[in-house]
């Protein structure tokens, strides 16, 4: 922000020097990158000011904090207009059609003013800053911006159509012509402000060439308003135009500020020109918010700082930041001006103090204390999950978060929306994936491309969907690995899975259940204690096709946050029985479809005393077994925790389960 040292003296009762200014503003967090002497004993100063500061992109808001710094007391502008014209209402028309990107539009109405040369303190004002003079109605808009950091426009009336300011989006193709002379083609996200047949400027950015102030104008349409700061700084960019006014539109601007600024200028426009304001002002959209307030912990504050403060001077150095303090116990209640749009929670305030306390202040220590602490329960999560999977051979990834809608939609849970963006820098990718796992198989085909085989990958990521119109973001966990033989990849994948639900929770209930899943040609819900956690399965052809992939995968997506929700492990732990148990194989022969799943469940079924484990072996396909028919060989584990267990006793339990098979399944017992 470059100021005129000058021109800052206009709102401080008392002269500062150069040097003392520049040492203020730069203690109180606005860098000086540039003091240049000008005519007159006059400096041009430049101030870094942070993107959160915008109430400092303006001479009367660096004032405020040089008047804060050095204890001065600030004198603003005093605002008096004189309204003796007609009615507003009766003289033009404002349309405002798209409240979410303009909150706020007001507008003036001046008549019978005579446009000509700016005054000699108006021009050596702008000057000293870089700025031209064009004439005394357009000067003074851009004195007003520099003076408070709100932008303003002048139309000139008789050149809007219907005399009617309308307020909407571009249609898709409508020509605009800049006041710089530039042509652009505007399209439907753009904010115009239109007349009653075309768009005379771009909301926020640049005013248009066809609707600007000459010397021939009479009567002008002072515009004040508030826009939606990306949607300026979007089109701007897409426009490849900027401006003074866009640069702060594009941080937000006081929302009190649109109508003082207005008076402002009405004010200096009728001395000016001789001009005559109309009665009233055109205002369509929110009304001026209403202050807010946070509350300062001295105690939260003297911990932060490591120095302990007088609560009266904590009190004073916020008055002089006009936070109005009032000071309740052992805390300070401040009333936030709409101008400090960055002050909204309790250590916003503790940066005021330090600023006004001084970070020079603030006693160092040549040591330091270190306290040893057992890392966070998420954190350890996620690396005992990372070590095991790595121990499994897998390599972690990270991918763009961004995929094509082509190889993305399809990976859109149900119920559920896509989620774009509309950005020419992302036309070839512009979904925020959806799910983790189509960055997965695109990075399979990348190596792929390499020549490198028996690839398994995993990646911890974010997912973005829509869902009732609201933005949903979550965690995922997503794996892939190349397939040597089906069957056994899901195995191997189903045994990771157990791995990584015992390590992280321990004697938790796995269940598997076989499930329809989008783009998997056998996929299995993974749940535990009735939660969903997942879904793991065979990557179908079709998915496998979209991706160019040639050799045929296994995945699996979980919810990240339930997954390491599990963590930290309890586990059931029981002495060792003393007395030795039987353990007994198993070979049926059923369908093909008949899952393990149902095997395990028919055999649970059957009640079986005294059995204590039952675990798969193996499936076999093939000479003697009839096509379409698989043998599943199963081990049971039988034990007495009180005697020891006889074979006798095993018998009728066996011949239970094999009954049940047969009713429920069709099994039959393999020779």
């Not at 922000?1 to 003296?9: A, D, E, F, N, P």
């Not at 303190?121 to 000067?139: P, T």
């Not at 204690?529 to 050799?551: I, K, P, S, W, Y």
Request: overall charge negative; hydrophobic content about 40%.
């Amino acid at each position: 922000m470059k100021i005129s040292l000058h021109w800052l003296y206009r709102y401080l009762l008392a002269p500062v020097p150069s040097d003392q200014v520049q040492e203020c503003l730069d203690r109180q967090g606005f860098p000086i990158e540039a003091c240049e002497p000008l005519e007159d004993g006059d400096f041009l100063i430049d101030a870094e000011v942070t993107s959160n500061r915008s109430d400092c992109l303006s001479h009367l808001g660096l004032a405020r904090e040089v008047a804060a710094g050095e204890g001065l007391e600030l004198q603003p502008p005093v605002i008096e207009i004189n309204e003796t014209g007609p009615d507003v209402q009766t003289l033009a028309q404002v349309d405002n059609q798209d409240e979410a990107l303009c909150p706020v539009y007001t507008a003036r109405v001046i008549q019978g003013i005579k446009v000509g040369p700016s005054p000699n303190w108006l021009v050596k004002a702008l000057e000293s800053i870089g700025l031209r003079s064009v004439n005394n109605v357009v000067d003074v808009t851009n004195f007003v911006l520099m003076e408070m950091g709100q932008p303003l426009h002048t139309f000139d009336l008789a050149k809007l159509a219907g005399q009617k300011i309308v307020v909407r989006k571009a249609s898709t193709g409508e020509k605009f012509k800049a006041i710089d002379g530039t042509s652009h083609t505007l399209n439907d996200t753009m904010l115009v402000i239109a007349d009653a047949e075309k768009p005379v400027a771009v909301a926020g950015v640049m005013g248009g060439l066809e609707s600007e102030v000459t010397e021939t104008t009479t009567d002008i349409l002072l515009e004040s308003a508030r826009f939606d700061a990306l949607s300026v700084r979007t089109t701007g960019r897409r426009l490849k135009l900027s401006s003074d006014s866009s640069y702060r539109f594009e941080r937000g601007v006081d929302p009190l500020g649109v109508e003082r600024a207005s008076m402002r200028a009405a004010q200096l426009i009728c001395e000016l020109t001789g001009g005559s304001l109309a009665t009233g002002v055109i205002r369509v959209g929110e009304q001026p918010p209403l202050p807010q307030t946070v509350s300062l912990h001295l105690e939260r504050c003297n911990d932060l700082i490591g120095v302990t403060m007088d609560p009266q001077q904590v009190v004073q150095w916020l008055d002089r930041l006009q936070l109005s303090p009032v000071l309740e116990g052992d805390k300070v209640v401040c009333t936030i001006p709409t101008w400090r749009a960055d002050l909204q929670r309790e250590i916003d305030l503790v940066e005021e103090v330090v600023r006004m306390f001084g970070l020079d202040n603030i006693p160092t220590h040549s040591r330091i204390s270190i306290e040893a602490r057992p890392p966070q329960v998420a954190i350890a999560a996620r690396q005992l999950l990372t070590r095991v999977l790595v121990a499994h051979g897998y390599y972690e990834t990270i991918n763009f978060s961004f995929v094509n809608p082509k190889q993305g939609m399809g990976f859109v849970p149900k119920g559920e929306e896509a989620l774009q963006i509309d950005d020419e820098r992302r036309k070839a990718e512009p979904m925020l994936r959806p799910s983790a796992l189509p960055s997965l198989l695109a990075c399979r085909k990348s190596n792929q491309d390499m020549g490198n085989q028996a690839v398994q990958l995993f990646e911890l990521a974010s997912v973005w969907v829509r869902f009732n119109g609201k933005i949903v973001e979550r965690r995922e966990l997503a794996l892939l690995a190349d397939v040597a033989e089906p069957g056994e990849a899901i195995r191997r994948l189903r045994g990771l899975v157990s791995e990584l639900v015992e390590r992280l929770g321990g004697s938790v209930s796995l269940v598997f259940k076989q499930t329809k899943e989008a783009n998997y040609s056998d996929a299995l819900a993974i749940e535990v204690a009735g939660q969903r956690l997942g879904t793991l399965g065979l990557v179908e052809g079709a998915c496998q096709n979209q991706f160019d992939l040639q050799t045929a995968v296994v995945g699996a997506t979980f919810d990240l946050d339930a997954l390491i929700g599990l963590y930290p492990p309890q586990r059931t732990v029981a002495a060792l029985c003393r007395f030795p148990g039987i353990e007994r194989d198993l070979s049926v022969i059923v369908d093909n479809a008949v899952t393990w799943d149902q095997l395990s469940q028919e055999v649970r079924a059957a009640e079986p005393q005294l059995l204590e484990d039952l675990r798969f072996i193996t499936t076999y396909r093939g000479k003697p077994i009839a096509k379409g028919q698989k043998s599943v060989s199963f081990r049971l584990s039988f034990r007495d925790p009180t005697a020891t267990l006889r074979h006798d006793q095993v018998d009728p339990q066996m011949a239970l389960v094999v009954d049940r098979l047969k009713q429920s399944v069709g099994a039959q017992l393999r020779d």
